[in-house]
């Protein structure tokens, strides 16, 4: 039985959110309605939210961004097709070189010139590292590709010394040694680097250099300390949980924010999800997680900040993220001491794009707390692109990724959605759409990004804007199937891709259809005349 209930609030169209349940019969149409407010934003959506992540980590640098001697490389060895396929990716940041692997790198080993470079043992991933690129080549890729460095440092086995040294290395624009050494390297202005991890999930024993959360945080302080005396202008990010499946998750990040509070800016937050028992309706409501742990961020940020008694605040850094889980372990993840091994090469289906999509529509409605996001990660390993000698292939993931990152601008408006359930197993019954819109108040256009997560049924949606209407639309981008373990690959690189769907405009407001198992962004436009508005005891 099908039930809907509405509660009128202060305003038309002001509902609070009530969900009518539907059975899982194929093919039923339940109508969903998907309402916007202007004046209700969490505010302005930052667009670090689509950074990226590339670590020193099988074919993710070797054969991956940087391949010299391969005729698709430039003459700095920066693979091209890689390049072209970054750009619509609009990443205004790429974090590196770790991850695991830097908690026992020197950055040291990979400055000057090539030729003296050493070839190292890397504990995080058991492969050879030859150092051929390193900090200044990663800085180079970086101006290439147009983004910019998001740096972390070695908390694991390195000293607060050696971090302040890459600090001045980077930063510092000259007349001391490791900045002179910088431009002695072929780098005469300063690589002028903004935003510093401080370390790499310290909290997992498979680190380097694990320890406890409070020596962690006296290593994070003191660290933090100094990097910011070479240059005042950087943002630091202290290393939380690397996933609330830790035990120690909520505690760890509690005691490492309260003793670096006054000198950090942000807390980074990871999470990996995983379909492993190959069920799709659970893990199409991963949403549900995603928004559990920014809520859990969001408390403690607030708890930490009350008990402080602190006016600054400190946001979320969410600087891993995507889905992992069938390349892992074993010989995916240790590389038996070869150079560029294939390490964690995650294949991505449909089902994959819809949960990353829900990412990306968790971070925009929370835009007052996840400051930065970097998907991990960009080239081969858990990547949207894959590259062989000759060529590139585009996985699943990458296309909702550019359509988000091209659009999701401006304010984030909080929807209020009235429509379906459908059973998601253990999960309970989940609202089948995830929605999250953004609004540029200038000029009335917005984009609402709908997940439909009910793999058996399509649904109907309505968007209204309270106090406008909704004048045009664009055919929206549509991305669905009805297999949800499709995937593309070299043979077949087109059975997951975008297609576009009608989206209409009647009386102000727009219609359109979410098939099961599919994500629509759709682009409207609004009337900045407002409507009648009737009053509260209408
Ligand atoms: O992204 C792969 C690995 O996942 C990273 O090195 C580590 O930080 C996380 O556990």
Redesign the pocket.
């Given at each position: 039985m099908a039930v809907t209930k509405f509660r009128t609030l202060k305003s038309p169209g002001d509902f609070i959110a009530v969900s009518h349940k539907t059975r899982q019969t194929r093919g039923r149409m339940p109508n969903s309605r998907i309402t916007l407010d202007p004046d209700r934003t969490t505010g302005k959506i930052d667009n670090r939210i689509f950074s990226g992540?590339l670590?020193h980590?099988g074919r993710a640098i070797y054969d991956g961004v940087y391949d010299p001697g391969n005729p698709l490389s430039d003459d700095q060895g920066f693979r091209r097709d890689v390049l072209d396929a970054m750009r619509p990716l609009r990443m205004p940041f790429v974090r590196y070189p770790?991850?695991?692997?830097v908690s026992n790198y020197d950055w040291k080993d990979g400055v000057g010139p090539k030729d003296s470079r050493p070839v190292r043992a890397d504990f995080?991933w058991q492969t050879s590292e030859p150092n051929t690129f390193g900090t200044d080549e990663f800085m180079d890729w970086c101006k290439t590709v147009g983004t910019d460095p998001m740096m972390a440092v070695n908390l694991g086995t390195g000293t607060a010394k050696s971090a302040s040294e890459l600090v001045e290395y980077c930063n510092h624009p000259s007349g001391t040694y490791w900045s002179d050494l910088r431009r002695t390297n072929g780098h005469s202005d300063p690589h002028d680097v903004k935003l510093w991890c401080l370390g790499?999930?310290m909290d997992?024993p498979w680190q380097a250099g694990h320890v406890p959360a409070s020596e962690y945080a006296l290593r994070a302080e003191q660290a933090g300390k100094l990097m910011k005396g070479v240059d005042p202008s950087i943002e630091t990010i202290i290393a939380g949980s690397?996933g609330n499946h830790m035990p120690e998750y909520m505690e760890w990040d509690r005691v490492a924010l309260e003793y670096t509070w006054d000198h950090v800016d942000y807390i980074s937050a990871?999470r990996?999800s995983r379909n492993e028992n190959d069920d799709t309706p659970w893990f199409l409501a991963e949403g549900v997680e995603i928004d559990r742990i920014i809520e859990d961020y969001r408390s403690l940020l607030g708890y930490v900040r009350a008990v402080k008694k602190s006016s600054k605040q400190v946001y979320l850094s969410f600087d891993?993220w995507n889905v992992?889980y069938r390349a892992r372990g074993g010989s995916h993840s240790k590389g038996g001491w070869a150079q560029a091994p294939h390490l964690?090469e995650e294949v991505y289906n449909l089902e994959d794009a819809l949960v990353v999509a829900q990412y990306l529509n968790s971070f925009i409605r929370n835009a007052d707390v996840v400051k930065i996001a970097c998907l991990?990660?960009i080239v081969n390993?858990?990547a949207p692109v894959l590259t062989n000698s000759d060529g590139l292939l585009f996985q699943s993931i990458y296309h909702p990724i550019v359509r988000y990152a091209e659009l999701a601008t401006g304010d984030s408006l909080t929807p209020v959605i009235d429509g379906p359930e459908y059973d998601a197993g253990e999960r309970g019954s989940v609202p089948s759409l995830d929605v999250s819109a953004s609004y540029e108040s200038s000029t009335g256009e917005g984009a609402v990004f709908a997940v439909n997560r009910d793999p058996g049924n399509s649904t109907t949606a309505t968007v209204s804007v309270n106090g406008r209407s909704v004048t045009n639309a664009d055919p929206g981008w549509l991305m669905t199937g009805d297999d949800p373990k499709a995937f593309n690959d070299w043979a077949a690189a087109d059975r997951v891709v975008p297609s576009t769907c009608t989206v209409s405009v009647e009386d102000g407001v727009a219609h359109m259809e979410l098939p099961p198992m599919s994500i629509v962004v759709a682009t409207m436009g609004t009337s900045t005349a407002l409507m009648m508005a009737p009053s509260a005891a209408d």
């Open positions: 992540f670590e980590l770790g991850g695991n692997f995080a790499n999930e997992g690397s990871h990996y891993e992992w964690i991990a990660q390993v858990i």
